[in-house]
């Protein structure tokens, strides 16, 4: 189910750390959120070993589940003949990168309503990119909003800058 792709040193990213890179898919099946998040939260805790802080892992954990959902229920409409791809890097120096892409037509980030204004703020819906954006430090969106690329850079604990 999952595979360890990249092992070595980042080349166009911010980052020229070492890294570990996982790329994997999931269906679109909103069902299948929640296990695969489980998996990959695994392996970025693996692998983020000293950097991982309570809440500085529930921050990442939220926006990846935030945008599968928004991947699998809106991008892919749940098709199960469609499938939402995942890579998630984690380099040695703290900085998480996330990449998410759905085989949808994307969207249009920019004509998002903001949850924070009046009109919307009742709305059941419509908060998923305003929480990744809150809770990450970059969030981007590509290839006509089918691709949303999120980066987290992770602090060292107190205490813990040696291990």
Same mark, same amino acid.
């Given at each position: 189910?999952?595979?360890?792709?990249?092992?070595? $040193?980042?080349?166009?990213?911010?980052?020229?750390?070492?890294?570990?890179?996982?790329?994997?898919?999931?269906?679109?099946?909103?069902?299948?959120?929640?296990?695969?998040?489980?998996?990959?939260?695994?392996?970025?805790?693996?692998?983020?070993?000293?950097?991982? /802080?309570?809440?500085?892992?529930?921050?990442?954990?939220?926006?990846?589940?935030?945008?599968?959902?928004?991947?699998?229920?809106?991008?892919?409409?749940?098709? /199960?003949?469609?499938?939402?791809?995942?890579? $998630?890097? $984690?380099?040695?120096?703290?900085?998480?990168?996330?990449?998410?892409?759905?085989?949808?037509?994307?969207?249009?980030?920019?004509?998002?309503?903001?949850? /924070?204004?009046?009109?919307?703020?009742?709305?059941?819906?419509?908060?998923?990119?305003?929480?990744?954006? /809150?809770?990450?430090?970059?969030?981007?969106?590509?290839?006509?909003?089918?691709?949303?690329?999120?980066?987290?850079?992770?602090?060292?604990?107190?205490?813990?800058?040696?291990?």
């Amino acid at each position: 189910m999952a595979t360890i792709g990249n092992i070595g $040193c980042a080349t166009n990213i911010s980052s020229s750390a070492p890294f570990v890179e996982l790329r994997q898919s999931l269906a679109s099946r909103a069902a299948a959120i929640s296990p695969f998040v489980d998996q990959l939260m695994q392996f970025i805790k693996l692998f983020m070993g000293k950097f991982v /802080t309570a809440s500085g892992i529930d921050e990442v954990e939220i926006a990846i589940l935030e945008a599968l959902a928004n991947a699998v229920i809106h991008g892919n409409h749940e098709r /199960t003949d469609k499938h939402v791809h995942v890579i $998630c890097r $984690c380099s040695m120096d703290g900085e998480i990168l996330i990449t998410v892409q759905d085989e949808g037509d994307g969207f249009d980030s920019r004509a998002v309503p903001d949850p /924070t204004e009046p009109q919307p703020l009742l709305l059941p819906h419509g908060r998923g990119l305003h929480l990744m954006r /809150t809770l990450m430090d970059e969030v981007s969106f590509e290839d006509s909003g089918a691709v949303v690329r999120m980066r987290k850079r992770m602090k060292t604990p107190k205490g813990r800058e040696d291990l």
